[in-house]
């Protein structure tokens, strides 16, 4: 009997001692389960919406570039406004070849023709190229009895108007042929007379024309 109770001593397992000794708080260091208001709300500074709409004014500012009736190839293209800009413009160019061409942003012709006048505007300094949107100056446009689009006027100092005619990409050659006639040494006896005779502000009845068509390439 005092076996059996030593036997069933023996095998009861003694408390192992701890090996580290229990970790002490420190009153700096509790993290609260609540966090403050101002940490908890910090990510939401922006309503979500505010955040979507700047978000989509950043990429858009970004992908902007310059439309291609936008793009000059130097200071020897001007664009025109406003039918007083055309006549200053004209007037101030003195015996200076001047290149005006009429062109519309929607047309595909002015479009395809478009690089290949910026190579000659870098070719010929010496020449004044005017840029005039149709829409935007409809009625000096129809009074000049520009029906197709793009069209070209040449004019150089006391002469007025030299040369007009619509032109496309595939007919490029012609302003070149224009060029070459129209840009040789003279002195013009008298001041730039520009459109001559022909009213751009409307006191008369303008020429009775429909719409500008695109030429055909």
Not at 18 to 37: E, F, G, M, T, W
Not at 51 to 79: C, F, T
Not at 158 to 175: M, P, T, V
């Amino acid at each position: 009997m005092a076996d059996a109770r030593h036997l069933r001593l023996s095998l009861v397992a003694p408390h192992p001692a701890p090996l580290l000794p229990p970790l002490q708080r420190s009153p700096a260091l509790s993290v609260s389960r609540n966090p403050p208001p101002a940490v908890a709300s910090a990510p939401f500074a922006f309503p979500p919406r505010r955040l979507a709409r700047l978000k989509v004014h950043a990429v858009i500012a970004k992908d902007e570039k310059p439309k291609w009736w936008e793009k000059s190839p130097g200071p020897n293209m001007i664009d025109i406004h406003s039918t007083e800009e055309f006549i200053q413009a004209l007037s101030e160019a003195g015996d200076k070849l001047v290149i005006v061409e009429f062109y519309g942003t929607w047309c595909a012709s002015c479009r395809a023709l478009y690089p290949k006048l910026c190579k000659t505007v870098e070719e010929h300094p010496e020449i004044l190229f005017l840029k005039v949107n149709f829409d935007e100056n409809k009625p000096m446009c129809k009074r000049l009895n520009v029906r197709v689009l793009p069209y070209f006027h040449f004019y150089r100092g006391a002469d007025g108007l030299l040369e007009s005619f619509s032109c496309s990409l595939a007919k490029f050659q012609k302003i070149k042929e224009a060029i070459t006639m129209h840009n040789t040494d003279r002195c013009s006896i008298g001041p730039p007379i520009g459109v001559g005779d022909i009213d751009l502000f409307g006191t008369s009845s303008p020429p009775q024309g429909k719409t500008a068509d695109a030429a055909s390439r």
